[in-house]
């Protein structure tokens, strides 16, 4: 049976005549949406391995880079739902993608329910759902009152969820970090379940849990939420490898599993595999060509995957630096395979390394990463190798026992406390600053002078200088003396080509 225009197949099966081939319109989905597990099974075919939306990072071109290596899902970036409204520009990068790049879910970022739902309606035709970012912990969303620091407004979150489940023609999914109290938690994911999400995503670490205090997630409170819910549920954190993953869906009963900074690193994980790092990146790299990927994310991404490389090779560093479009960054991948080629026989040769210690595939552990005592292997540094995530005994501590108070927390209210007294009192001259103090420019004694400069000026005052006084700095690449002669030379030059030359005559001597 053909489909017509705008219809949409939502059978799995490939049975000619199956009942429940069923064809339907966009304007026809909102009455019979799936919801829930049919959702998941049907519309999503069963995902185990999802990329994670990550800022400016899961762009299309890494996310078929992901589903070439094991990944069943992906996210959009996250997406801020007022720009998108707004902003053509910013849609048209946003929504970038083609026909294989499906199963796809859009995450929005926002707290006006009106303008989620804006937003959410120009793309709904172009993903599978639509996913609410509550979870990202960074301080721009908490300026833009987003994410994480949305999880104490249940009101609003209330609102926008059920305005997006009851407006829209795709399902509504979220994403969601947990709270300190495990029984709020439970409480806050039921909420959202009631108000109409159909797949919940949970990072099993809470909004504080960031950079230096990031520590491991919570698996148990995940199990728990699984335990309590009717729809499908992911967990997300504590995934270093392949079987990492393995181990969080046989702890957690999850439906899949997230992997946001791990995929980044190492984009062959849900393949079980720990590739050549230069030949993933090569590999990146043709792909954003064949899609036009913005450079920018582009060259974020070749930071991330050489980012052992890089202190190995500060030269290759300071090239991929100075990159300033993709063919750049295609040429320093060339020149990093060259080098890790160089590098991994030298060890070899040396005896630092054995070829059989060199894996490809998963190192086959078989506990989780996180377990304690437990440790990552060294992968050697030619292999796509993940960031190990700190294990500070605090943090295992908190994650065991949520009701007892981090001691670690004290610790670091106490440090803060510290740096803003000193602070306070480095303002008042009550004691000296721990800041170099720079010599000031010798002419407008305001400004900080050039270390290089030869006149020990800053660079306003020394181009002053030099055109005023017919001198030069190397220092700023300001070559006045230098020029002027070679000007005036080249000037007499073309003189004497245009007049006739005239005889002056000699002064007669005394």
């Known amino acids: 049976m053909a489909l017509e225009a705008g219809q949409v197949d939502l059978c799995t099966c490939k049975v ?23 959702f998941y099974r049907q519309i999503l075919k069963s995902p185990r391995f999802v990329v994670a939306p990550m800022v400016d990072q899961s762009e299309l071109a890494w996310r078929i880079l992901g589903r070439r290596y094991g990944a069943d899902l992906c996210y959009t970036p996250m997406i801020h739902a007022g720009i998108f409204a ?24 926002g707290n006006d329910p009106a303008v989620v739902l804006k937003s959410a309606k120009m793309i709904q035709h172009q993903v599978d759902a639509v996913d609410l970012n509550l979870g990202c912990p960074q301080h721009i ?39 300190d109290d495990r029984d709020k938690t439970l409480r806050y994911a039921k909420m959202l379940q009631d108000s109409g999400c159909q797949l919940l995503t949970i990072h099993g670490r809470t909004r504080e849990m960031k950079g230096s205090k990031t520590g491991l997630a919570d698996w ?18 504590n995934i270093l490898s392949y079987n990492d993953a393995l181990e969080c869906i046989k702890q957690t009963g999850v439906d899949g599993v997230m992997s946001s900074e791990t995929h980044l690193c190492n984009p062959g994980v849900f393949a079980g ?55 750049d960054l295609q ?31 998963d190192y086959g552990i078989t506990q989780a990463s996180c377990t304690e005592g437990v440790e990552f292997p060294a992968l050697p540094l030619w292999r796509c190798s993940p960031r190990i995530r700190n294990k500070h005994a605090e943090y295992v501590t908190r994650a065991a026992n949520p009701d007892q108070p981090a001691a670690i927390d004290k610790e670091v209210a106490e440090r803060r406390r510290l740096r803003k007294l ?9 004691v000296p600053s721990k800041k170099e103090v720079y010599v000031t420019c010798k002419i407008c004694n305001g400004n900080p002078s050039s270390i290089k400069c030869a006149h020990t000026a800053c660079r306003k005052c020394c181009r002053t200088f030099c055109f005023a006084n017919d001198d030069s700095c190397e220092g ?10 070679a000007q005036a030379s080249s000037d007499l030059e073309a003189a004497s080509d245009e007049t006739p030359c005239k005889t002056v005559p000699t002064p007669k001597s005394e």
């Open 476 to 485: 700023h690449k300001v070559r006045v003396g230098k020029r002027k002669p």
């Open 86 to 109: 707004r902003d053509e520009t910013y849609r048209k990068l946003m929504t970038a993608t083609n026909d294989q790049d499906r199963p796809l879910i859009a995450q929005f970022c």
């Open 141 to 179: 969303a908490k300026r833009g009152h987003y994410g994480s620091f949305l999880q104490d407004d249940w009101d609003i979150i209330t609102a926008i969820v059920s305005t997006l489940h009851k407006e829209l023609d795709i399902p509504v999914t979220c994403k969601i970090r947990v709270f």
């Open 422 to 430: 000193r602070k306070k009192q480095v303002r008042e001259g009550l």
């Open 273 to 327: 595999k720990f590739p050549l790092v230069a030949d993933m990146a090569l590999e990146y790299m043709e792909i954003a060509q064949e899609v036009q990927t913005n450079f920018s994310a582009c060259k974020a991404h070749m930071f991330r995957l050489f980012h052992r490389c890089t202190g190995e090779f500060p030269e290759l560093r300071e090239a991929l630096s100075n990159c300033k479009s993709r063919e």
């Open 220 to 237: 148990s409170i995940i199990r728990d939420i699984k335990q309590a819910l009717d729809i499908p549920v992911f967990s997300n954190g």
């Open 16 to 38: 000619e005549g199956c009942p429940t081939k069923v064809q339907t319109t966009p304007s026809e989905m909102a009455a019979r949406k799936l919801a829930g597990f049919e």
């Open 331 to 361: 040429g320093v991948c060339h020149q990093f395979k060259a080098a890790l080629e160089e590098y991994k026989q030298k060890q070899q040769d040396q005896g630092l390394i054995g070829i059989d210690s060199d894996f490809e595939a």
